[in-house]
């Protein structure tokens, strides 16, 4: 806990500035990646993940969305605060980076691979040169296991299989050494196989960078498997964050023990990740309580009252809820 | 995406079939053009009438019909006139009493001159228009791109040009008025033709713009440090002019009908005026030609826009 964390969010707000209303997409979310480290952000869809990776990045839909309160820390500077051009010139690409999911859709139909990959390194001036940038090309897209990289580097992503175009991506997205990558569902478009070979490959470049990595999912199974911590969201909102054993072993909110029961078992087909009855609130006009309530099984008039304060069951184990621990909720 | 990359043979296969159909539909509309104008221009009245001088005796008048073929029946005369076209043989003018097909070509290269000035006109301000006006939606520069641009579409092309000349030609004196011979002659015809697609180009970049800087590819270049300026400019750009590529050939057609007019209003030596001209003159064999050639203009253009896309759009690149 003594090391200095390298992104901390705080209290971050993010609002979409609709027709049909404010939707409070991020509703005071904190979380923390130290350096190395990997953190799994996993909720039903349209909890906020992308959202607040968007907002980390501030990226967000130039028409609709605005952070209205909180901090984005990095490496000590307040990337809310940084003017649009150095936030491009300086950050994007450079210290933070991000690979959304949908690997078929990410990179540009009408230019080559090498053209895109060697963007970043442009941009960020860390090659000069039209020989130069190719040899960084080359370089990098062998380092996420493209084979005959200096063969592939004039074709066009349509000429790449799902998965060799999600490692492309990557490499792009690695191209300058980040910090920190946010990798939004990248695995969620992938056959099983290839999901497999993406998360070794994010291993790998963790390994050997020190990369600090957000990985968003609303697969608990696949956050296991890579991340050190995981924070659940739900409806705008962190609702546990814990390491990955005790979120396991001890989850204390019944939205995470409810997500926990749906990831299939051994011998066990079917998957019940939707299986949870009832809908997340909306998020144009959430209830005061707690925004779980109406599906929850521990639910008490405390509950759809005021919204709990997060507590602190151990040591890095938070949870925001009226009657944490253990339950049978399945 | 496309199967292209997977299955070169079969993509292959598909392309040639299409464009075997594009030539095959081509030709059809060719010898419907030349059918309908052979029967049309028939309707504007009896050559003769304006080839001899009005007190010419019955029996020279006799003659000349007899030696045009215009006794026969008009689907005969069609027939005979399709059967020499198929030769090469469009006949002679009955005006300049040289055969039409040359008098034609002369006059081509400055139609398709004029034509592709004018295209790059509206391309020169569409483009830029449609981009910023994507880019800054809902500014200024949006509303008065806009504006500008409706406003060629909503004045007649010769209209525009009898404007022009009253402003640059006239008034401010800056301007030849009519003819031919330098980039300054081009500028008018040009303008007064190209203005008026400009709006419809402009709404085709403008609608495709929002949708490309929307997309992920975009936000991935945004993710990794691109500056606004190069995003829209280099990688948006291409994507966005792929819809507006695709339709070229209309537009270069449209720009071909018009300049029968343009032509006519500033003296320009093309196949436009000289067709209307002949059409005044009852000087049917240049009718028939100058028609023929702008559709098969209008044809082969449209082919070659397609088999351009591939320069533009790798997915349907046809080697693979
Ligand atoms: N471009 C958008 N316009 C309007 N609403 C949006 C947009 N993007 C996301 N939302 C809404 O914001 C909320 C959070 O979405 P998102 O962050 O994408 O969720 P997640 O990534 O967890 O699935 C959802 O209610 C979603 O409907
Ligand atoms: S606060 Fe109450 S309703 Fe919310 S999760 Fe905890 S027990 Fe359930
Ligand atoms: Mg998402």
């Not at chain 1, 209290?11 to 979310?29: E, I, Q, S």
Request: proline share 6%.
């Amino acid at each position: 806990m003594s090391r200095q964390a390298l992104l901390r969010v705080e209290n971050l707000r993010t609002h979409l500035f609709l027709k049909r209303g404010v939707l409070k997409a991020v509703d005071g979310v904190s979380l923390h990646v130290d350096e190395g480290e990997t953190l799994g952000l996993v909720g039903e869809s349209g909890s906020g993940k992308s959202m607040t990776s968007l907002s980390i990045m501030r990226l967000l839909p130039k028409q609709s969305g605005r952070i209205v309160d909180g901090n984005v820390w990095l490496d000590g500077t307040d990337l809310t605060s940084l003017p649009e051009d150095e936030m491009a010139r300086d950050w994007r690409g450079r210290r933070v980076s991000m690979v959304s999911q949908d690997p078929m859709t990410s990179l540009n139909p009408v230019f080559t691979v090498g053209d895109q990959v060697g963007a970043p390194f442009r941009y960020h001036k860390l090659a000069q040169g039209a020989r130069a940038v190719r040899d960084a090309v080359v370089k990098v897209l062998s380092r996420v296991r493209i084979p005959s990289p200096e063969k592939r580097l004039d074709n066009y992503p349509h000429q790449f299989s799902g998965g060799m175009r999600q490692r492309v991506v990557s490499a792009m997205a690695i191209a300058c050494a980040p910090r920190l990558l946010i990798a939004d569902e990248p695995t969620s478009n992938l056959d099983v196989t290839i999901q497999v070979q993406m998360i070794e490959l994010f291993r790998e470049l963790q390994r050997d960078s020190g990369l600090g990595i957000i990985l968003i999912t609303h697969d608990l199974g696949v956050a296991a498997s890579i991340c050190d911590r995981i924070a659940v969201m739900y409806a705008g909102r962190i609702v546990e964050v814990g390491d990955v054993r005790t979120m396991y072993r001890a989850a204390a909110h019944p939205y995470t023990q409810a997500l926990l029961n749906s990831i299939p078992h051994l011998g066990q087909r079917k998957r019940r990740l939707y299986a949870i009855a009832g809908q997340p609130p909306s998020l144009i006009d959430p209830p005061v309580g707690c925004r779980f309530a109406p599906r929850c099984p521990r639910r008490t008039a405390k509950c759809d009252a005021d919204y709990p304060p997060q507590v602190e069951l151990a040591p890095g184990h938070v949870t925001a809820c009226w009657h944490p621990g253990p339950g049978a909720v399945a | 995406m496309r199967p292209s990359g997977t299955f070169p043979r079969e993509w292959g296969k598909v392309v040639t079939g299409y464009f075997l159909r594009r030539v095959l539909q081509g030709l059809i509309s060719i010898v419907g053009a030349s059918i309908v104008i052979f029967f049309i221009s028939r309707l504007s009245g009896d050559p003769i009438v304006l080839l001899l001088p009005t007190e010419a005796p019955p029996a020279l008048i006799e003659q000349v019909r007899q030696e045009m073929g215009l006794n026969e029946p008009v689907w005969k005369q069609y027939l005979i006139f399709a059967g020499k076209a198929l030769g090469g043989d469009f006949g002679k003018s009955y005006r300049w009493q040289a055969p039409a097909l040359e008098l034609v070509l002369d006059r081509l290269p400055a139609t398709i001159g004029l034509a592709l000035a004018a295209l790059a006109f509206s391309i020169l301000l569409a483009v830029p228009f449609g981009v910023l006006s994507a880019v800054y939606r809902g500014s200024l520069i949006d509303t008065l791109g806009k504006g500008f641009a409706m406003l060629g579409q909503a004045m007649p092309n010769f209209w525009v040009g009898l404007l022009l000349v009253l402003i640059f030609a006239i008034h401010l004196d800056v301007l030849p008025a009519y003819g031919t011979g330098s980039a300054a002659h081009v500028l008018m015809p040009a303008i007064a033709l190209g203005w008026y697609p400009v709006a419809a180009q402009t709404r085709i970049v403008r609608s495709a713009m929002l949708d490309v800087l929307d997309s992920d590819y975009i936000r991935m270049g945004r993710a990794v440090g691109a500056s606004e300026r190069v995003l829209v400019w280099k990688y948006a750009l291409r994507n966005a002019a792929i819809p507006l590529v695709t339709i070229l050939g209309v537009y270069f057609a449209a720009m071909l009908g018009g300049a029968f007019v343009v032509e006519t209003v500033f003296a320009w030596p093309g196949v436009g005026r000289t067709v209307v001209e002949a059409v005044f003159s009852r000087d049917f064999p240049v009718v028939q030609v100058g028609v023929l050639l702008t559709s098969i203009l209008f044809v082969t253009s449209n082919l070659l826009v397609d088999l351009s896309y591939g320069f533009i759009d790798p997915r349907i690149r046809y080697d693979r």
